[in-house]
């Protein structure tokens, strides 16, 4: 792919993303035209990282754009080096939210959250990752019993978090149980729900036939909806 040249203003922007550097170019004048260069010269356009026009639209600041771009490129070099991560060493995206990650004289911060203290880098991320874990259990388990009551189902499933990449959750039937991927940390809180209420269908529709659709867009009037537009590449 080659580079664009625009007759109007023309700015490259080094952009430092967690250890990687990047070289942004944008138009002022049409901020949506971006290209994004890689250490390796490969080019990829503003359509290439399928970017929401609506969120860029009209921004012409460098920080801003910088800003409304990270979690873009974050979702798009995940996605073409089809390497599933929770963090670029600096970065953790928790429910939807790109957070930095900082260690400080031995204690661990997602932006100004204090997770706890360390005394090296790694086990500082070792914790992040536990830390997440509790948050994204936390949530299902209070989310999945309100969903149950919905549902008049006479026992809730109990749950399991699971750092499984080639699904978001399962259903045991004999078991009663369920196992939800650790991935679903980096979605946000509404895809979350649209899992949840999936497995849970699961508890008296085995099958993904009519009668499973039916009973899940009973429940989830907006499941395909969700699913369609999220930009869930976070896998």
Request: with cysteine; hydrophobic share 35%; proline share 2%.
């Amino acid at each position: 792919m080659t580079e664009y040249n625009y007759k109007n203003k023309v700015f490259n922007i080094e952009y430092e993303f967690g250890c990687s550097q990047f070289k942004i170019i944008f138009n002022d004048w049409r901020p949506t035209d971006i290209i994004i260069q890689l250490p390796s010269n490969k080019y990829y356009s503003s359509s290439d990282l399928d970017l929401n026009s609506s969120s860029l639209k009209k921004t012409v600041n460098r920080s801003k754009l910088e800003f409304n771009l990270e979690l873009e490129l974050l979702r798009f070099f995940t996605k073409i080096s089809k390497k599933a991560f929770f963090s670029d060493n600096d970065k953790y995206v928790v429910f939807g939210n790109v957070m930095t990650f900082n260690y400080i004289e031995g204690f661990i911060y997602l932006d100004q959250i204090k997770i706890g203290k360390s005394s090296t880098l790694k086990n500082a991320h070792i914790l992040v990752k536990k830390y997440l874990q509790k948050q994204l259990e936390n949530y299902i388990t209070l989310t999945q019993k309100k969903f149950v009551q919905i549902m008049g189902y006479t026992f809730n499933p109990t749950i399991e978090i699971v750092q499984f990449k080639s699904f978001w959750g399962r259903y045991f039937t004999l078991k009663k149980h369920i196992q939800y991927s650790l991935e679903l940390v980096k979605q946000t809180k509404e895809f979350i729900d649209i899992i949840i209420w999936h497995e849970l269908t699961h508890v008296t529709c085995t099958k993904h036939d009519a009668k499973f659709y039916n009973t899940l867009l009973k429940y989830c009037p907006r499941y395909k909806q969700i699913k369609s537009n999220s930009s869930t590449i976070y896998i």
